[in-house]
């Protein structure tokens, strides 16, 4: 029982850990095009929403 929260609470991490590096993978991109001023605040929107949906 015990061990299944564990594993459960693991695989939350890595799914937030997976939706950040998603987010700053978009940051890099959207940094690479031109005009990349107008996106610099997306990625920090993007991660907080995901933050607050999960809890």
Partial sequence: QFQQQTA???QKQ???????????GEYNRMKS???SQDFNRTPRFVVTQSYHCRN
């Avoid at 890595?14 to 987010?23: K, S, T, W």
Wanted: aromatic residues 24%; without cysteine.
């Fill in 33 to 35: 095009r031109p005009y």
């Fill in 14 to 24: 890595v799914d937030i850990g997976a939706e950040f590096m998603g987010a700053f």
């Fill in 8 to 10: 459960t609470f693991l």
